[in-house]
């Protein structure tokens, strides 16, 4: 059975990126393209996982976070952040404010799905191996 992951993303040729990596690994993926617009998405399609920007239009991916975790029907949806922030402490300034996990940016193509596959139950794990995809299939990979 497939995941159902939000991204929250307001960069397209990011959000592409991700979402055809998702959707090739078996996922089906919801698309928000600012903090607000996502909120709203979580609140209304209950995803199994979200991916999120940190520095979005509207409100930021902390407000996002701090939305999404006082909502109890939301709360326990792993959100993950995927972002440049790379200075020391980062990411346990992500933790902390709620963030469940952090995958930098750029991501990596070859391991971005095993990253997520972490914070999903077995069954809703990638369905198609990772390590049988080919490079040369996105312009990106």
């Given at each position: 059975?497939?995941?159902?992951?939000l991204i929250i993303?307001?960069?397209?040729?990011?959000?592409?990126?991700?979402?055809?990596?998702?959707?090739?690994?078996?996922?089906?993926?919801?698309?928000?393209?600012?903090?607000?617009?996502?909120?709203?998405?979580?609140?209304?399609?209950?995803?199994?996982?979200?991916?999120?920007?940190?520095?979005?239009?509207?409100?930021?991916?902390?407000?996002?976070?701090?939305?999404?975790?006082?909502?109890?029907?939301?709360?326990?949806?792993?959100?993950?952040?995927?972002?440049?922030?790379?200075?020391?402490?980062?990411?346990?300034?992500?933790?902390?404010?709620?963030?469940?996990?952090?995958?930098?940016?750029?991501?990596?193509?070859?391991?971005?799905?095993?990253?997520?596959?972490?914070?999903?139950?077995?069954?809703?794990?990638?369905?198609?191996?990772?390590?049988?995809?080919?490079?040369?299939?996105?312009?990106?990979?």
């Amino acid at each position: 059975m497939p995941a159902r992951i939000l991204i929250i993303e307001d960069n397209p040729a990011g959000m592409e990126l991700m979402s055809y990596l998702l959707q090739a690994y078996g996922h089906t993926v919801l698309l928000a393209p600012d903090g607000p617009a996502g909120v709203a998405l979580a609140a209304s399609a209950l995803p199994d996982l979200i991916v999120c920007d940190v520095y979005l239009p509207g409100m930021d991916g902390y407000g996002v976070v701090r939305h999404l975790k006082a909502h109890p029907a939301l709360a326990d949806i792993p959100i993950i952040a995927v972002t440049a922030l790379a200075m020391a402490g980062d990411r346990d300034k992500l933790l902390s404010a709620g963030f469940n996990g952090y995958i930098g940016k750029p991501i990596e193509p070859t391991s971005f799905i095993s990253q997520l596959d972490v914070f999903l139950p077995i069954d809703l794990h990638a369905l198609i191996d990772p390590t049988a995809r080919t490079h040369g299939d996105h312009p990106d990979c």
